[in-house]
């Protein structure tokens, strides 16, 4: 009998992300952007993941008890099966025990208990009737004691058997009664967890919505106290205007020139800059220079603060919250894709290095910081990580249109590691960022022949 398959837990707890405190630079003329609708979505995230935290040990302890259980179902279907097996053994022993006694009886009443009798009675006349039959009655009765006292012995064997068997069966079926009882907790516990990580997700995603629409706010206020301040250098410089005298006839005729006086010459005043938006971090941070390094390639994740390495798929998965900058020398290709988590796809290929030629990503939570057709260096910033729900991945794409290396060459198949993702993880370790963490050794799949080795 095939023992039924464990209960495992299918899906991982969620991680409880760290309360990010959100801000908003106050501009002219504008008001704080649902500053309550903030503070509200960041209570309600607070309880969704207190929640969810809670959901998660009880799903656990489910599946502990559904494992422990179905081990013990598994033990006792087990025993059944072997007592079953000496039940029949017992059955066949009895049926060939009474067999061989009976044969023996009437070989025993052929052949005689002595040579006497014996020879009496293979048909010797000289023996009567009645003490063939008094001889026969003997036999009979031994060959008969012997055959029930067998029987007997193994039916009293067989009905322990059974009666072992029968608990068994007992114990088997609350077993099993126990396995669907869970079974069903679990199902529901798996359901109430879902639903609540579709909330948070959603309430993130408000938060997020909230957080895009005062950074459009603050930018077009930005843009038009520029354009103000514009106009009023540009009116402190013009020159002034020539006035003309309109005749009846003829071309319009110049003003004299008046007597020229001295002027002064003033200043510009100088051009203010209203300061960019921060992304929602719960610190500023400083930009770091990219090291030089012999590759003309630096760290990406230099100035990411709070990072923290996650699985290698078809790239490299990190959280964290902070700038991102270009690996190296490159060309924007595209900036945005809806089939990844959060919208971002910025790709960007390599113009020098030993990876000229091929292209980068980095994708899902991060803000754009770049456009199309827009050159990089390793000092550029591409985009801002924030502490959304997926994260960011970044490795190796196939051009600018949403497919990675990996994926096009048939290696990801949903949550592997793959070769094109491992061989991005050893580059971002070679320039000093942490590793990502392998899901299979070796990952699935092999490089293209000449592909660069980090």
Known sequence: MTAPLRVSAARGLVSCL?????????????????????????????????????????????????????????????KLA????????????????????RKLAVQEYVDGPDPQVGRATKGSSLVSRADSAMVEGEYVKVAGLDVTQAIQSYALDA?????????????????????????????????????DEATLNQVKGNLVQLLAAAQAKQKAAQQAAEKALALRVASTQAPPAQHQVATTSGPPVAEPPTTSAPTTTTSPPARVTLPAFSPPTPVAITPQPAPAGASGYANPLRSIAAINPERVDQGVDYSGYGPIYAIGDGVVLSTSNSGWP???????????????????????????????????????????????PAGMETGWADGGIGSTMAYNAGQFSGANSTAFGYNFSQLLASLGAPSGILQNSPPTGVLPSGWPQW
């Open 18 to 78: 760290a309360s990010v405190t959100f801000f908003c630079v106050a501009v002219t003329a504008s008001q704080p952007a649902s500053a309550s609708s903030v503070t509200s979505d960041q209570s309600q995230i607070a309880q969704i993941e207190q929640k969810i935290a809670s959901e998660g040990a009880a799903l656990q302890q489910l599946v502990s008890r559904t494992n422990t259980t179905q081990d013990q179902l598994n033990a006792l279907q087990q």
């Open 159 to 195: 009905k322990l058997v059974a009666t072992t068997q029968a608990a068994t069966v007992n114990l088997s079926n609350e077993a099993q009664r126990t396995v669907a009882t869970l079974g069903t907790q679990r199902r529901a516990a798996l359901q109430a967890l879902a639903s």
């Open 342 to 388: 959060g919208g971002t796809y910025i790709t960007y290929r390599l113009t020098g290095g030993p990876a000229a030629g091929l292209t980068v990503y980095a994708a899902e939570d991060i803000y754009p910081s770049v456009s199309i057709g827009e050159t990089v260096t390793p000092d550029t910033v591409i985009g801002t990580l924030y502490e959304g």
């Open 82 to 101: 072997e007592e079953r097996q000496q039940l029949a053994v017992l059955q066949t022993n009895e049926a060939t025990a009474a067999a061989n006694l």
